[in-house]
């Protein structure tokens, strides 16, 4: 599933690409043929995004109240855009299915199923080059939503959620949402307060969308790493100068994914590897060198920590794979007693 660099990413280019244009939508699969014909020939107005929740605003011709299509991409839903260049479909948050390799650490889907979204490395580009004219390609069938100019074409496929909604509910959605630290309205002691409040364990936590929006497996995994927490430990285990250094940290990760379209977690001193020739941007296609390179300890189980050289651990947690560093990371217990 796409974390929230690959989402923030895809509202930076939807409004690139739509922003300002009158688009054409359409349901091709017939699953949103009333929200796209609400919509169809109005102006995109700016697009926006909350976690893994990707909105786009569009006003009516005659103006009046403005409307979102609401996305949540899901495990298998996926933007493809054609532009007016032919170069073709770029894939975003495309569905990625389990190679036919076993995943030889994983114990749950993730180890191989959890896709860093592929995002063009510069969404301007494709605006750039939008100068020929627009071939339009046939729909496939299961097309949710088709948004159409004179110079590109948008294809939602697969995802879990698309809606039509209008301010309020668009507000709602928002309240629903713990803080991203990818938006500037973002608190980071909802953060902190939330975690504190619980003994649920900070790994499941920081999955929790209503925790903190926009980060997935490989980020969660990653930072409990970089903080040296083992992810079973209590939430109000960790101490408030704790949290706000790991939502630092987290939003610096999520910046550097938004700006490089990859996530890359490890620091250049713990690197034993060279960076490898190629270079997937898809993390589930990610061989067993790339996550050397990129990652401390996510779909590294059984191999050797960067830092330590103790083998990386994998476990379920709340139903997700959870990787961890046995002998870097401490399982911190909480103090009860105090205040
Ligand atoms: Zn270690």
């Not at 939503?145 to 309020?168: F, H, K, N, S, Y």
């Not at 980060?215 to 040296?228: D, F, H, S």
Request: charged share 30%; net charge neutral; proline share 7%.
């Amino acid at each position: 599933m796409p974390e929230g660099h690959s989402i923030r990413r895809l509202a930076t280019m939807l409004d690139s690409l739509f922003t300002g244009q009158v688009v054409r939508a359409s349901s091709p699969q017939g699953r949103f043929d009333a929200g796209a014909g609400a919509v169809d020939g109005w102006r995109v107005t700016g697009t926006d995004a909350h976690g893994k929740h990707l909105f786009v605003e569009l006003e009516p011709p005659a103006g009046g109240e403005p409307r979102f299509v609401h996305v949540h991409l899901g495990l298998y839903g996926a933007w493809a855009f054609v532009t007016a260049d032919g170069a073709g479909p770029h894939a975003i948050g495309a569905p990625r299915r389990p190679t036919s390799r076993a995943p030889e650490t994983g114990t749950g889907t993730d180890a191989v199923a959890v896709a860093d979204a592929v995002v063009p490395a510069d969404p301007a580009d494709i605006e750039a080059e939008a100068s020929a004219e627009l071939v339009v390609p046939e729909p496939r069938p299961t097309v949710r939503l088709r948004l159409l100019t004179d110079t590109v074409v948008a294809d939602l496929t697969g995802p879990a959620r698309c809606d039509l909604i209008d301010e309020g509910q668009k507000d709602s959605v928002h309240d629903r949402l713990g803080p991203d630290p990818l938006r500037r309205d973002a608190d980071p002691e909802r953060f902190v307060a939330a975690v504190r409040r619980t003994r649920r364990s900070v790994g499941e936590l920081l999955m929790d969308q209503s925790v903190i929006a926009g980060v997935g497996n490989i980020y969660r995994a990653e930072a409990l790493y970089r903080a040296r927490i083992h992810p079973r430990t209590e939430g109000r285990a960790v101490s408030v100068a704790r949290l706000r250094a790991m939502w630092d940290d987290v939003a610096e990760l999520l910046a550097d994914g938004v700006e490089h379209g990859v996530i890359v977690t490890t620091r250049p001193e713990d690197r034993r590897a060279p960076r490898p020739d190629s270079w997937a941007r898809a993390a589930e296609r990610a061989t067993d060198e790339e996550a050397d390179f990129r990652w401390y300890v996510y779909r590294r189980a059984g191999r050797p920590c960067h830092v330590c050289g103790n083998p990386v651990s994998i476990d379920d947690l709340a139903g997700r794979t959870v990787f961890w560093c046995a002998r870097c990371q401490r399982r911190l217990r909480s103090r009860a007693r105090a205040a």
